[in-house]
């Protein structure tokens, strides 16, 4: 299937494992050049070795995407490397649920940084070169859960729901600057 990616560029946050190293993967095999991030370094550098293998334009950047500056960071190799970014995919999140009575503040605090504000500062820091050339695409990972939250979701099931309203106000916000939210 051509998903007309070829010569694309995509950054892809949480590509060391699971859904984004799957799409990492894909966007290879579809022709575009990958940036993905994890706070893992070996396995991070071992998904973009196998990329690479495979005749991936690949560059894989350690990031801890609730540190700011990493996330500037990894924008910036991207943006070295290839003087523009088509799309971004905040993907980068673990899975937190339990029942609302044993959840402590650091743990709402740290889903919410890991799953939202990184988001966030990713778009912000990607946005410039989104902007470029006509505009280009984020996409933000979330779950079903941020629209019909089960018991004992939380705090997943409410960062990802802020999520959701952070993609649909951002699209109304950047939609006229050519730049598409999903």
């Given at each position: 299937?051509?998903?007309?990616?070829?010569?694309?560029?995509?950054?892809?946050?949480?590509?060391?494992?699971?859904?984004?190293?799957?799409?990492?993967?894909?966007?290879?095999?579809?022709?575009?050049?990958?940036?993905?991030?994890?706070?893992?370094?070996?396995?991070?550098?071992?998904?973009?070795?196998?990329?690479?293998?495979?005749?991936?334009?690949?560059?894989?950047?350690?990031?801890?995407?609730?540190?700011?500056?990493?996330?500037?960071?990894?924008?910036?190799?991207?943006?070295?490397?290839?003087?523009?970014?088509?799309?971004?995919?905040?993907?980068?999140?673990?899975s937190a649920a339990a029942p609302f009575d044993r959840i402590d503040d650091d743990a709402w605090e740290a889903d919410l940084e890991?799953?939202?504000?990184?988001?966030?500062?990713?778009?912000?820091?990607?946005?410039?070169?989104?902007?470029?050339?006509?505009?280009?695409?984020?996409?933000?990972?979330?779950?079903?859960?941020?629209?019909?939250?089960?018991?004992?979701?939380?705090?997943?099931?409410?960062?990802?729901?802020?999520?959701?309203?952070?993609?649909?106000?951002?699209?109304?916000?950047?939609?006229?600057?050519?730049?598409?939210?999903?």
């Open positions: 299937m051509d998903l007309e990616l070829q010569g694309k560029v995509v950054l892809v946050t949480g590509g060391s494992d699971g859904l984004g190293a799957a799409l990492a993967s894909r966007l290879v095999d579809e022709g575009a050049s990958v940036a993905i991030c994890a706070r893992g370094a070996e396995r991070l550098r071992s998904v973009a070795d196998e990329l690479r293998a495979r005749g991936g334009d690949v560059i894989d950047v350690p990031t801890d995407v609730t540190d700011p500056d990493a996330v500037c960071r990894f924008v910036e190799a991207a943006g070295e490397r290839w003087g523009r970014i088509d799309a971004l995919v905040n993907n980068a999140g673990v890991l799953k939202l504000l990184a988001a966030i500062r990713s778009t912000r820091a990607a946005l410039p070169l989104l902007r470029a050339d006509g505009g280009g695409t984020v996409l933000n990972v979330l779950a079903a859960a941020a629209k019909a939250p089960p018991a004992g979701s939380m705090p997943s099931s409410v960062s990802r729901a802020a999520g959701l309203a952070f993609t649909k106000a951002l699209s109304k916000d950047l939609g006229g600057d050519g730049v598409i939210l999903h």
